[in-house]
């Protein structure tokens, strides 16, 4: 699962570990410890309470590892980028019942989490589907969970931005003005890192014509209006291989025209900063049942 999911194990046990040591640091488990014996074992399943996009198997498995659950009790029934309905089980669980509850929190925190973003990743990619325009994330995610949430991003089927300040430069608003404007920005980037893929954010149609000029890779046009996208699509395509990534106040209901304006990008803070969690629980499966 891990080789499949395009994570760096080193990043899961990093971000595992600190979901854990939350947890720890006041202390063992009392609750578990005081009512769970030793040799207590279960069966239980991780189920879907709504439909959605699974997300963050690799990161669940890890957590199950570093509580020393066996492997031998795991079954995957999804992953990653799958779809699963209301009742659906993501993982079945067979083992001892003690580290099973310790690792239950940390587990579903993942997991709906990351299940939550390709979710609503997917809704944003359907609403566009068949425009060529794509899906893009930007860099407002969660401190720590950068890596796991533009992959969750890419399992919905949109695609990742930056993922940092240092593998693409992004000229904004500040670096315009504190520049002297976008021409002496772009030259200024340029002289320190050429090799780097330049962006530039414009406000208005006399910056798109400046970014243009000045041959930007790609135009970030931000808080525009239909008509006024339109037109800066059209200044753009004046050059072979200008992209325009379209940004600011975009809803799911306005994705679909902004996307027939030609841009080649839309951009979704919210698919990171502020989605809604999958809701996934972990049930005990009654011993009569089994």
Request: with cysteine.
């Amino acid at each position: 699962m891990l080789e499949r999911s395009g994570l760096d194990a080193t990043e899961i046990k990093r971000a595992v570990g600190a979901a854990l040591d939350e947890d720890l640091r006041w202390g063992p488990d009392i609750t578990t410890e005081a009512t769970i014996t030793l040799d207590q074992r279960a069966e239980a399943e991780v189920v879907a309470r709504q439909s959605g996009i699974v997300c963050g198997l690799a990161v669940a498995l890890t957590v199950l590892d570093e509580v020393s659950f066996p492997s031998a009790g795991i079954t995957l029934v999804h992953e990653d980028g799958d779809t699963i309905a209301p009742g659906g089980a993501v993982l079945h669980l067979s083992g001892p019942l003690r580290p099973l509850l310790l690792a239950e929190r940390s587990l579903l925190n993942f997991l709906t989490h990351l299940s939550g973003i390709a979710t609503a990743t997917h809704r944003w990619v359907r609403a566009i589907d068949g425009t060529g325009c794509q899906v893009r994330d930007t860099r407002k995610t969660t401190p720590g969970l950068r890596d796991l949430e533009k992959y969750a991003v890419r399992c919905g089927g949109g695609t990742n931005h930056r993922m940092g300040l240092g593998d693409a430069a992004l000229i904004k608003d500040n670096h315009i003005e504190a520049a002297g404007g976008i021409t002496k920005a772009v030259e200024a980037v340029r002289s320190c890192r050429p090799d780097l893929e330049l962006e530039v954010e414009c406000d208005t149609l006399e910056q798109v014509r400046e970014a243009v000029s000045a041959r930007c890779a790609l135009i970030l046009v931000d808080n525009m209006d239909l008509g006024t996208l339109r037109a800066a699509v059209a200044l753009a395509r004046e050059v072979p291989g200008i992209r325009v990534e379209a940004s600011g106040g975009i809803t799911l209901e306005r994705a679909r025209d902004i996307a027939d304006s030609g841009v080649d990008y839309i951009a979704v803070g919210s698919l990171t900063h502020s989605v809604a969690a999958l809701d996934l629980g972990l049930d005990i499966i009654p011993s009569g049942a089994r």
